[in-house]
């Protein structure tokens, strides 16, 4: 295992004896020192499967992206003439990604997918949502996956990517915990179902799912 990797699980150890079990995103990237190589989810590049469906979909609108990270997904959406609302529940990762995206009027914040805010409620054409429910235990999944089809204004999609469960992955370790169509297709409940993609990425590990549903 590579050093990154064990070092982000022992803060993701350390956050689960004390009970604050998403503590740890907050620990990781101050630790890091702004050095993006500390980092093991920044691709430093938005995920291929976004800039996939974009291309696909001529849209624009208000977009709001879920759990930010490093900006990639948000500064690509900008770029392609969405306005975009972008949160993370990391302070620091959301002033990292005003530094980096300077040129942008993204409209970053500090955000909980547990707890949305009220004023985003119904207000998004496009909600994006990019290697964050893997990335959180599965009891806290379960009740922050139901906060995302509520955040989209009428006719507007949810976009979910991240990595699916395959049969080798059954005792998988994480975070990242793969997740299976099963749990994915909840998410979408009461929502049209547009697409369920899955494909291998060239150069990263697993499966990789990507699904979009649309609000009547």
């Keep these: 295992m590579d050093e990154v ?48 469906w974009s291309n696909e979909n001529e849209a624009s609108g208000r977009a709001l992206v879920v759990g930010s990270g490093l900006g990639e ?42 707890n949305p805010k009220q004023d985003w409620l119904g207000m998004f054409d496009l909600v994006v949502e990019v290697h964050i429910l893997q990335a959180i235990p599965e009891e806290i999944r379960k009740r922050a996956s139901p906060n995302l ?18 049969e080798s992955d059954i005792e998988v370790s994480g975070p990242p915990w793969p997740l299976t169509w099963d749990f994915l297709n909840q998410i979408g409940e009461g929502l049209e179902e547009i697409e369920k993609h899955s494909a291998f990425i060239p150069e990263t590990e697993g499966k990789r799912y990507r699904a979009v549903w649309k609000k009547a």
């Excluded at 989209?152 to 979910?160: F, Y």
């Design 5 to 52: 990797r064990e070092r982000m699980l022992e803060m993701v150890r350390k956050a689960e004896s004390l009970e604050q079990p998403l503590s740890w995103f907050e620990d990781l990237y101050r630790h890091s020192k702004r050095d993006r190589e500390q980092i093991p989810w920044d691709w430093k590049e938005p995920h291929p499967f976004l800039v996939e």
């Design 149 to 166: 089809a509520p955040l989209l204004a009428s006719g507007g999609s949810l976009v979910c990517i991240g990595r699916l469960v395959e």
């Design 73 to 114: 997904d948000a500064s690509f959406l900008w770029k392609n003439g969405w306005s975009v609302t972008a949160f993370d529940i990391s302070e620091e990762a959301v002033e990292w990604s005003r530094h980096l995206h300077q040129d942008t009027d993204i409209d970053w914040a500090v955000g909980d997918l547990l």
